[in-house]
């Protein structure tokens, strides 16, 4: 059964169409990569799979018991966020917050699975640094912790290596690899790097400029040619 499907789906904002007739379903387990030309909606989609943003047509629906609190995300940082006076504990605790509901205060298991987390990104000894001291890789690490804390079942990562450089950025994919195979945590990530997505995705959604070229097996999407147009697009600008 599909954890989450998207039906005929059109995406915008204050009235204007970006993308029609999105169609897609995710399994537990899988790790999808959506790739496009910048202004496809690659991050409208997220935002409206998240419920921040509606679709202007069609549904998202989630399936296989998927809450929509049990959803983790790590959106693209701003500079105000990269700023910010905390811990890396506190941050990384605050994935429970949508959880919380009026309790004040986090339980002994929250805090355990917390720390649990911070361990598996490697920054269990960054625990009492603040976080504005951390490099970009090792804030990444905090922020996707905190995604773990909120995630039972699925993450949703918008360009997690965005602005890092490429051995961090490198490290990045293999600690989101891991945690898919190894942990069974289904993955949604947004890449711009067309080779990073077909080495560690098994799943391609592709969007246009006004509808999706390719959703299927990454092996289906590199044998389709559309992944060799897109790379000349990008070599050219």
């Not at 049990?70 to 605050?94: C, H, K, N």
């Amino acid at each position: 059964m599909a954890l989450l499907t998207c039906k005929d789906v059109t995406l915008g904002y204050e009235g204007m169409v970006v993308t029609e007739n999105v169609n897609f379903s995710i399994k537990h387990g899988d790790y999808l990569c959506i790739v496009g030309e910048n202004g496809s909606g690659k991050s409208t989609l997220m935002k409206t799979i998240l419920k921040l943003v509606n679709p202007l047509k069609g549904e998202i629906i989630t399936g296989d018991g998927l809450k929509q609190k049990e959803i983790g995300y790590l959106p693209q940082q701003t500079m105000v966020q990269r700023d910010f006076p905390a811990s890396v504990s506190e941050i990384v605790l605050s994935g429970y917050l949508n959880r919380c509901g009026l309790r004040p205060f986090y339980t002994k298991g929250e805090k355990r699975l917390a720390e649990d987390n911070m361990r598996k990104m490697d920054i269990l000894d960054l625990k009492d640094q603040c976080y504005r001291e951390l490099s970009g890789g090792q804030q990444q690490r905090v922020l996707l912790a905190r995604a773990l804390c909120a995630a039972k079942k699925m993450i949703l990562l918008d360009e997690p290596v965005s602005g890092l450089d490429p051995k961090v950025a490198r490290e990045m994919y293999e600690l989101i690899y891991k945690l898919n195979k190894e942990d069974g945590i289904t993955v949604v990530m947004i890449s711009h790097d067309i080779n990073e997505a077909v080495r560690y995705a098994d799943k391609i959604l592709h969007i246009g400029s006004n509808s999706p070229l390719f959703f299927g097996d990454t092996r289906d999407y590199v044998k389709s040619g559309i992944a060799d147009s897109f790379i000349r697009t990008k070599e050219a600008e």
